[in-house]
């Protein structure tokens, strides 16, 4: 297709583009119609299509019981009119081109998708509470590994005196990331916010971050609830319920999302490797090639701890991530080796069923 069929569509402001046309080809053609999830909630979801909203079934997309093939913001949908009850239900969902996924918060096997198809991870650090470099290392592998391109903003700047060591401390946790900082309140740096992040961006971090409130300044619009957090701790409750997608008015897609209380990894070895890119280029120069980087001759992560160039608080963080990683990977892979059994068992009680009732025949 043109671009100017994409261009003049209304689903262009929310990223429709010709490589979506494209693959939308053979769904057209069975009678579907194009869609953007904008919220997902028990079933039913908020969609954007070429003709407006609507609320729609997720239908049987999704349907093999793994959370992370459900429908959810920011897909790109193929929906099929009149449903079973009567709404638009989703067929199908188009291949998403990223997609961040954290472990599920009952901390079993499955993964859970915070949203799709996103362009721009925008990570939000309150400089009005203690900065968690931690965290913000976690939330920075999640987004590396979704495919997206990470940019951390320092918000609330208006409640300190200056920003450039906050920003000197997270830019050393942050190797190859955008770090800026802005008050919303006042609307310093909401500009620099804007000339950083592109396409479709999710905002990601705690209650409590100014998630809500930069996002109303993005948009040029209170869109979005927002509320007060303690003095005592700099935490907030959760205005944001759910996750929920609002067109940006100088192009590109908002996506706020409730503050998120835990951040579990999910199978993020990639991710990892970029948030510790200093720490990987240290590793590739030890002596030996299976060096865990603890007392071992020749380890030059070792000796940039003890030199000073690596801090031993960022060491500690890799290597509590990288364990959690190998955990969430091993229990993924029991899970699936389950569910192997649990299908062969199957088959053969239906096989034995099927051998009888041949027997009896006879």
């Given at each position: 297709m043109s671009s100017s069929f994409t261009g003049s569509s209304p689903l262009a402001a929310y990223g429709w583009d010709d490589a979506l046309e494209h693959e939308f080809t053979s769904h057209r053609a069975a009678g579907l119609i194009p869609a953007r999830v904008a919220a997902v909630d028990r079933g039913l979801c908020d969609v954007v299509t070429e003709h407006g909203p609507a609320r729609a079934s997720t239908g049987s997309a999704g349907s093999g019981g793994d959370p992370v093939a459900a429908p959810c913001t920011g897909d790109w949908a193929a929906l099929r009119a009149g449903g079973p009850d009567g709404r638009p239900a989703v067929a199908a969902l188009l291949p998403r081109r990223t997609a961040i996924v954290r472990s599920s918060a009952s901390r079993d096997s499955h993964g859970q998708v915070l949203a799709a198809n996103v362009d721009t991870v925008a990570v939000a650090v309150?400089?009005?509470?203690?900065?968690?470099?931690?965290?913000?290392?976690?939330?920075?592998?999640?987004?590396?590994?979704?495919?997206?391109?990470?940019?951390?903003?320092?918000?609330?700047?208006?409640?300190?005196?200056?920003?450039?060591?906050?920003?000197?401390?997270?830019?050393?946790?942050?190797?190859?990331?955008?770090?800026?900082?802005?008050?919303?309140?006042?609307?310093?740096?909401?500009?620099?916010?804007?000339?950083?992040?592109?396409?479709?961006?999710?905002?990601?971090?705690?209650?409590?971050?100014?998630?809500?409130?930069?996002?109303?300044?993005?948009?040029?619009?209170?869109?979005?609830?927002?509320?007060?957090?303690?003095?005592?701790?700099?935490?907030?409750?959760?205005?944001?319920?759910?996750?929920?997608?609002?067109?940006?008015?100088?192009?590109?897609?908002?996506?706020?999302?409730?503050?998120?209380?835990?951040?579990?990894?999910?199978?993020?070895?990639?991710?990892?490797?970029?948030?510790?890119?200093?720490?990987?280029?240290?590793?590739?120069?030890?002596?030996?090639?299976?060096?865990?980087?603890?007392?071992?001759?020749?380890?030059?992560?070792?000796?940039?701890?003890?030199?000073?160039?690596?801090?031993?608080?960022?060491?500690?963080?890799?290597?509590k991530l990288l364990r959690e990683n190998a955990w969430a990977a091993s229990r993924t892979d029991r899970r699936l080796r389950a569910e192997r059994e649990d299908r062969t068992k199957a088959i053969s009680r239906w096989q034995r069923q099927l051998y009888r009732e041949r027997g009896r025949d006879r």
């Open positions: 309150s400089l009005a509470a203690p900065l968690d470099l931690g965290r913000i290392e976690r939330l920075l592998a999640l987004a590396w590994e979704s495919g997206a391109r990470p940019v951390v903003v320092l918000t609330k700047a208006d409640q300190v005196p200056g920003t450039a060591g906050e920003r000197a401390e997270v830019a050393a946790a942050a190797p190859g990331v955008d770090v800026v900082a802005c008050s919303a309140a006042t609307g310093e740096g909401v500009e620099i916010v804007r000339a950083v992040v592109s396409g479709t961006v999710v905002l990601v971090g705690p209650s409590g971050a100014g998630k809500s409130t930069l996002g109303n300044a993005l948009l040029g619009a209170e869109a979005l609830a927002t509320g007060e957090v303690r003095a005592g701790d700099g935490k907030g409750r959760h205005t944001t319920v759910r996750r929920q997608l609002l067109p940006l008015p100088g192009g590109g897609v908002l996506i706020d999302t409730p503050g998120l209380r835990g951040v579990g990894l999910f199978e993020a070895s990639q991710g990892l490797e970029r948030t510790f890119a200093d720490v990987e280029e240290l590793a590739a120069r030890c002596r030996f090639g299976d060096c865990e980087h603890r007392s071992e001759p020749g380890c030059a992560v070792l000796g940039a701890v003890e030199d000073g160039t690596l801090p031993r608080r960022r060491l500690d963080s890799y290597r």
